[in-house]
């Protein structure tokens, strides 16, 4: 990084959240932009999952990556898959 800024850096402060706040609004009136939510979509409840450890027999597992590949998806997701056909 350039040292040789007149910028007197040692002056500046920390913007507030409140002050981050009214530069969006302020930026979203002038001109009618609304800023795009980051991260990903929050899911319904019954959608989400519960995290959970699980001990699998080595060859399950062999298959369920084998299979996971072959289809360009997680292994997670296949094993998960297998299961809710199992519940129906």
């Keep these: 990084m350039n040292q040789d800024s007149e910028?007197?850096?040692?002056?500046?402060?920390?913007?507030?959240?409140?002050?981050?706040?009214q530069f969006?609004?302020?930026?979203?009136?002038?001109?009618?932009?609304?800023?795009?939510?980051r991260g990903r979509p929050a899911k319904e409840q019954d959608e989400k999952y519960e995290p959970i450890s699980i001990r699998l027999h080595p060859k399950v597992l062999t298959w369920a990556k084998a299979?996971?590949?072959?289809r360009g998806i997680g292994y997670q997701t296949v094993i998960n898959e297998v299961l809710l056909a199992q519940i129906g």
Excluded at 7 to 21: K, L, S
Aim: cysteine-free.
């Design 24 to 37: 969006k609004e302020a930026l979203s009136k002038q001109f009618g932009l609304q800023p795009r939510k």
């Design 7 to 21: 910028f007197p850096f040692e002056r500046a402060r920390r913007v507030t959240p409140e002050e981050h706040q």
């Design 67 to 70: 299979e996971a590949q072959r």
